[in-house]
């Protein structure tokens, strides 16, 4: 029996989801299919260019499975770029999430978001610490 998927969680979602190539009438065009949570990963890791380990963390999964959440987006964006073929942004398993949480590292000074709903993190993502704490939304310390 396969294990259920959690959801992904999604910061970002733009209200265009289909791309198509200029000059080809939509039905001469050939489709892949783009997840909005693969979407979030080319966004976390390509745009933004983070770490698996730390994208991972902010789509609420493992480091290995944001690999394979990327790998499997990466290729349908090549597919579509190099044989002329659109791409439709939909379904997927994911949760959107409007806000993250701020923390501030009181044994290095770093500080880092957290999407909501990932849980306590497990220490600071600079030195490795437990000693954090978590900043409010005008930057104070919160009680």
């Not at 039905?27 to 979030?40: K, S, Y």
């Not at 380990?53 to 499997?72: D, H, N, P």
């Not at 994911?94 to 044994?107: G, I, M, T």
């Amino acid at each position: 029996m396969v294990r259920p998927q959690k959801d992904r969680m999604v910061a970002f979602s733009p209200e265009i989801s289909y791309f198509k190539p200029r000059g080809i009438p939509m039905i001469d065009l050939e489709e892949v299919g783009l997840t909005v949570d693969e979407r979030e990963a080319i966004r976390l890791s390509d745009l933004m260019g983070m770490s698996h380990e730390e994208a991972g963390r902010r789509m609420g999964v493992s480091r290995a499975t944001f690999g394979r959440i990327i790998q499997r987006a990466r290729k349908a964006v090549a597919d579509a770029l190099i044989n002329g073929k659109a791409i439709n942004v939909e379904g997927g398993n994911y949760k959107l999430v409007r806000q993250a949480r701020l923390f501030c590292c009181n044994s290095c000074g770093h500080q880092w978001e957290e999407a909501l709903g990932t849980g306590r993190p497990p220490g600071c993502p600079a030195c490795g610490k437990k000693n954090y704490y978590r900043l409010g939304k005008k930057g104070g310390r919160e009680k």
